[in-house]
């Protein structure tokens, strides 16, 4: 197929433009030592970029450099959060490229290089990002700290940002001559200025001053975006004044085709009607969105899919599954669906390969602690974000509950991590709490809360622990990936039925589910006690006891996670849709 290079992209030896696509994406997980990332989406977006380089798929990516990394977290003896920017090394990872290109901000001209990192798929494939960069000498200084801080500042500095990335990416690509693109894909709003860019070129180019509706239609084919956040709060808006000094025109918002919106410059409105596919990122995600996204006093609905996230596999298998998988799965890393095979690898060597990631796990914890953990206790693992809606606190909330538990079936261990954003509080206070449970739970459970979690811990705890926990407030979680890195490893879900969990859960086979599926309420304030009750009632009728007396059973569980959850929840399988129902359509 056409998406397939048979030659580097580079090559120019072909007759008919060959097609390809640049993957826009305000943050990337490139390589564990590149901050250049805070969660989620930016591992998500690094997953895409490494499985498109291992089927050789024809991408390009753009992001910003983010000199001072996202954060790294210490957490002080009263459990508060502390965090400081990350040093790393550009030309260690990067070389700087010759080209250049300029935008205007606020009247200002703000000159803008760009960095290249090569994503090297399983066969030698080299996918290249671009990292663009302001901290030069010609610009002032404010145009400078632009590309310092993923999501540090104010909102003139987030619009002056996404001008970089959405309006600077495009004109970085023209001036390396890559003119051959034909698909834009908007990794969540904040790139949305891109359309603006694509539609002034193409108006110059024919010889118009402003762009008319006959160019939306045209922009429009080249244009796929992503949704990713399921509350109306989650999507970047800008106050029109802004807007007009900013970009230092007023011109737009005559067009309300494409700049709907009262009074605001809505980066989702923006990105979602200058495209020609729109995805959520989970069946359900995919069907709050078409219900969240309708512009106000409007009526008007978009069509939106959904293509659920994945992850890379080879990026999240632990050495010892990767071992694992070499000996029983040959192949595995050019076709991750290879895991299917999963079912037929002996129990006894997933049980050493798992227990291989959980003693790295323990060594880990018990190099920063006195309260030493035990590799043969039953092991829970909680990390991500600590943002209200994820409630880590879910667990904790009833420690005579957990109690009971222990002392009917045997011993707990828990494994906490994640970061709060600088400014989100609430999430400081949720980190607080845990950390402040340890005492009263101890000696029947152990609880650790490890700081500073990124790539290399969350690759430790996914791997390491028995159960990944996930307690998210429905409908708030639009898929979630932790849970998949972890099936990968064998290590099976417990999770409120959110996100990927609705497809990916077989009850009592790749995992469990617990709470009340139809209360999805989010204002339901009983709905906190319902499903920690839910929460506790599983892992004290079924898991705890499963796990300690049940081991053929438990093994069945791990194995069934991987054959099943690993072989599709994957971004091999995720890109191959992207190119059929996003790409290839024009
Ligand atoms: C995978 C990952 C996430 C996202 O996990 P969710 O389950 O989607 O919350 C966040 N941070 C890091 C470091 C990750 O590796």
């Not at 965090?83 to 606020?106: G, S």
């Not at 009728?541 to 599709?568: C, E, F």
Request: charge should be negative; proline fraction near 5%.
């Amino acid at each position: 197929m056409q998406w397939r290079a048979t030659k580097p992209m580079t090559s120019n030896e072909t007759n008919t433009p060959l097609p390809t696509a640049a993957y826009f994406s305000m943050e990337i997980a490139l390589d564990p030592a590149m901050p250049t990332y805070s969660g989620g989406l930016g591992v998500l977006a690094g997953d895409t970029l490494r499985a498109a380089a291992d089927m050789s798929v024809r991408m390009i990516a753009v992001t910003l450099l983010h000199r001072q990394g996202y954060l790294s977290q210490t957490i002080d003896a009263e459990g508060w959060q502390h965090e400081q920017p990350v040093d790393w090394n550009i030309e260690e990872h990067c070389r700087e490229l010759p080209q250049r290109a300029e935008v205007e901000i606020e009247g200002r001209t703000v000159h803008v290089r760009a960095w290249q990192y090569d994503v090297v798929g399983c066969e030698g494939y080299r996918l290249p990002v671009l990292l663009l960069d302001t901290d030069l000498d010609e610009n002032a200084d404010t145009d400078r700290a632009l590309t310092q801080q993923l999501y540090g500042g104010d909102s003139r500095h987030r619009l002056s940002q996404e001008v970089v990335l959405g309006i600077g990416g495009v004109r970085i690509l023209r001036s390396l001559r890559i003119d051959s693109l034909v698909q834009f894909h908007m990794n969540e709003g904040h790139a949305a200025l891109l359309v603006l860019e694509l539609l002034d070129e193409r108006a110059k180019s024919l010889g118009r001053e402003m762009f008319n509706s006959e160019d939306v239609q045209a922009v429009r084919k080249q244009c796929v975006f992503t949704t990713h956040t399921p509350v109306p709060a989650g999507h970047d808006r800008f106050g029109f004044d802004l807007v007009e000094q900013v970009l230092g025109r007023s011109d737009l918002f005559d067009m309300h085709e494409v700049f709907c919106c009262a009074g605001e410059l809505n980066m989702t409105y923006l990105a979602l009607n200058l495209s020609h596919y729109v995805n959520g990122v989970a069946k359900k995600h995919g069907e709050v969105s078409r219900h969240m996204l309708v512009p106000k006093d409007t009526n008007h609905h978009y069509a939106i899919d959904h293509i659920t996230n994945g992850v890379h596999v080879a990026t999240w298998a632990s050495p010892s599954f990767s071992e694992l998988f070499d000996r029983f799965l040959p192949g595995w890393r050019e076709d991750n669906a290879s895991l299917r095979g999963a079912l037929a690898m002996p129990p006894n060597e997933v049980w050493q390969a798992h227990r291989a990631a959980k003693l790295r796990l323990i060594d880990e914890i018990n190099a920063t602690q006195d309260d030493l953990f035990d590799p043969l206790t039953f092991t829970i693992g909680f990390a991500r974000r600590a943002t209200a809606y994820k409630r880590a606190n879910l667990l904790i909330s009833d420690p005579e509950r957990l109690h009971r538990i222990v002392e009917k079936h045997g011993p707990i261990q828990i494994v906490f991590a994640g970061k709060a954003h600088p400014h989100d509080v609430e999430g400081k206070h949720l980190i607080q709490q845990i950390v402040r449970a340890k005492n009263q739970l101890h000696p029947a459970v152990k609880l650790v809360y490890l700081e500073n979690y990124d790539w290399e811990l969350a690759r430790l705890i996914v791997s390491g622990v028995d159960v990944w926990l996930n307690t998210p407030q429905p409908p708030l979680e639009a898929s979630g990936t932790s849970g998949m890195k972890a099936a990968i490893n064998g290590v099976p879900s417990l999770s409120i039925l959110d996100g990927w969990w609705i497809e990916g859960c077989v009850e009592g086979t790749t995992g469990w589910a617990f709470g009340n599926a139809a209360s999805t309420n989010p204002a339901n304030v009983d709905r906190f006690k319902e499903d920690a009750d839910a929460l506790y009632d599983k892992l004290e009728q079924v898991i705890v006891p499963l796990y300690y007396t049940k081991p053929d059973q438990w093994l069945r569980i791990m194995s069934h996670a991987i054959a099943l959850n690993g072989s599709y929840f994957n971004t091999q399988r995720m890109v191959q849709q992207y190119v059929v129902k996003a790409y290839y359509e024009t």
